[in-house]
């Protein structure tokens, strides 16, 4: 093993062993100690400012782009609502000791699951500092221990975060190496990371489609994937097209660069002549690039020629494919072809329609009448989001503080033996 | 791509359309469909029977053990309990459309989160043929179609079997492809399996350490991790003994060929000599091979040495490690160290210890006062299982219908848009 690999087990190592603390810890425990450190943030931000200054100077002398220092900048006020962030958590509710169920066997047995922290979760993210401050907390209130490993430009910045809240959390009692960060930002430490299925027991990547496809093919942890979101909007036959027009252009334009932006648009063929037309417009002028099939090409002007790259990519940019279909049905099938499976949103004032393309679509949530940019977990209610889930297994969606949560069976009895 | 390959691949495709019709079927359907092919199984018995007889036959001429031909040979009994299984799987609820919660958010958009499939379920077994049927009828109920990869030696009986479920399941109207069989056994045509996440939606094992260890290492496809069980059974000082011995002798001997047959026994040191004399002796008299500490080996004959290989094994045999411990503590301490998580009991009549070890010990399943043999899908009463989960994400402990599902969220808005 390298010194590198030594270094990220001992601190999946430690995190194990803080994890089998936090989980038996009180409530009460768990959010002075979120409070404190929020509050030491604050204290010592310009610690954690100067830190920071490093990172955004390196970048900016290796050429990074920026709208990516932009990203990685942190400023008094990002500091503040850093802290603000963990606070909130702490007024959040505390997922764990919840009884899911419970019954009573006929041999008198009683069952009860019981919901858990995870464990240790790890968390592979890019250049936001501020996602070292959020998912620590988020892991912190659900009882788990974590590892960190976030980009290199950002290595200086998280390092004086995690130093901040580290001694202000063992300074209210929490074990030591429950916020652990991997001091290395090269390939090998992520591989070292994602073979650690001993200590750590699930891995969530935050990132580019890029970051998150290395971790599902090389992790033997299992991984929850989140966020690549290629989401469709479409206006079906009986659309109220004075709400399809404001849901397709916020879907679109209110926020591009998103996972739950919209990226394809679908407009059913009796009503392309009534709708497209304004439809392009709105989209053009707010600066949007559209690629079309050809027959959404004769109901506008400057529309490049959409196949199937275009309707495969998540631009996160002002871009946007547009096909006309023919029935609901291949509205469907388009998106079965197609989409990330995020979020798809239907238009439509027919009650069959709606129905069928919510039982049909098979995507983490599905919008009838509304915008892709409601998929979120401040929107749906969740006071807090580690991210959205693509993936079918443990959880999909939004996830607040329960997703990071599992369960266990405790099964009372008075001495039953099994014949 | 290998022949073998392209033919994998092209049963996981026609897998997943079938998935996308399945998941709208109503349980009258799929109920009716799961009753045909039981009926079809006892129908064509002969032909199933004649499958596995030349299975039996080759694995007797390479050599394999009669135990293990016991595990793979059918008999017209089998293929009725079979049949029987499936049409309890039709008698049980289906789990589909189910709304796990719903509420409104100020802003009036109705947020549902409804219980849907999974889609696509693969399962990698090993000899047991009656996993096939079981499997896949576990699948269909849920709304899922299946790809199966069982053992090489098996694959007669286990094409027969799915020829006859398959005929029988479309004239009831399942799609084709519901139930896909690998009609391979090579290593290639399982890794294939294991990477067509296109596909493939979750990745079940079923079988021994190994199996599981390759599936979970080499499978781009969330996995669910089953069935290692090394369970402890922790005899308090404070336990009643009256109640210990039988829970003891169950755990260890009702079934030691299982997952959920306890592997070590560890003994508080108060209680050692009044309890270890008389439980070594019941355990000898069982014809169980003992493995005991320095403590242990005093209160009883022929005890050999455990050390750290003995404490880590499970034996799946009539075969037992023994510890005395100090504390309460201690104990949770050794299973943490030892434990696959699988299940731990605690025999005693103290509330706090009861208490602490149920609390403290991250397992999927605690028993107070209970053999460790109960962690079971019936016994739970799920009516059916499909594996016991020993990992954290989506599933843990016994697994019935509802862990073969998924839920998306269904938003219902009359034109809302984010600002």
């Not at 100077?57 to 782009?65: F, N, S």
């Not at 300074?171 to 001091?183: F, K, N, T, Y």
């Not at 979101?229 to 009986?238: P, R």
Request: charged share 25%; aromatic share 4%; glycine share 8%.
């Amino acid at each position: 093993m390298s010194e590198a690999a030594v270094v990220v087990v001992e601190i999946a190592r430690r995190a194990k062993a803080a994890a089998a603390e936090l989980a038996t810890l009180c409530t009460a425990a768990k959010d002075a100690a979120l409070i404190a450190a929020a509050d030491a943030l604050v204290a010592r931000s310009a610690e954690i400012l100067a830190a920071n200054s490093k990172d955004v100077d390196q970048a900016r002398a290796e050429g990074m782009h920026e709208s990516l220092v932009d990203r990685l900048a942190l400023s008094p006020a990002r500091v503040e609502a850093m802290a603000d962030g963990l606070r909130e958590v702490a007024a959040l509710a505390d997922p764990v000791g919840e009884i899911l169920s419970g019954w009573t066997r006929p041999n008198g047995l009683e069952i009860r699951k019981i919901r858990v922290p995870l464990g240790v979760v790890g968390i592979i993210y890019e250049a936001r500092p501020n996602v070292t401050a959020d998912a620590a907390g988020l892991c912190l209130k659900a009882g788990n221990a974590c590892v960190l490993r976030g980009s290199g430009s950002a290595l200086a910045s998280n390092q004086a975060i995690v130093a901040v809240m580290s001694e202000a959390l063992a300074a209210a009692g929490i074990p030591e190496g429950a916020v652990g960060l991997v001091p290395f930002a090269d390939r090998e430490s992520a591989k070292v990371l994602m073979s650690l299925r001993e200590y750590v027991d699930a891995l969530i990547p935050r990132g580019g489609a890029g970051l998150i496809r290395t971790v599902v093919e090389n992790s033997t942890i299992p991984v929850i994937e989140t966020g690549v979101g290629n989401c469709h909007v479409y206006v079906d036959a009986k659309a109220d097209l004075a709400k399809a027009l404001p849901i397709l252009v916020n879907a679109k334009v209110q926020r591009p660069g998103v996972c739950n932006a919209a990226e394809t648009l679908l407009v059913h063929s009796d009503i392309a002549e009534a709708f497209l037309p304004e439809a392009i417009k709105a989209l053009q002028d707010k600066g949007c690039v559209l690629y079309g099939d050809e027959r959404t090409r004769t109901l506008g002007e400057g529309i490049l020629p959409a196949g199937d790259e275009e309707y495969r990519e998540e631009f996160l940019d002002l871009k946007m494919a547009v096909r006309v279909v023919d029935s609901l049905e291949q509205a469907i099938e388009h998106i079965a072809t197609y989409s990330s499976h995020h979020t798809e949103a239907i238009v439509t004032e027919d009650y069959s329609a709606a129905r069928r393309f919510a039982a049909a679509v098979d995507s983490a949530v599905v919008m009838v009448n509304a915008s892709t940019r409601f998929t979120d977990g401040g929107e749906f209610g969740f006071g807090a989001e580690i991210g959205i889930s693509t993936q079918k297994l443990h959880a999909r969606g939004p996830m607040g503080l329960p997703e990071l949560t599992t369960y266990k069976f405790v099964v009372f009895g008075e001495g039953q033996i099994r014949s």
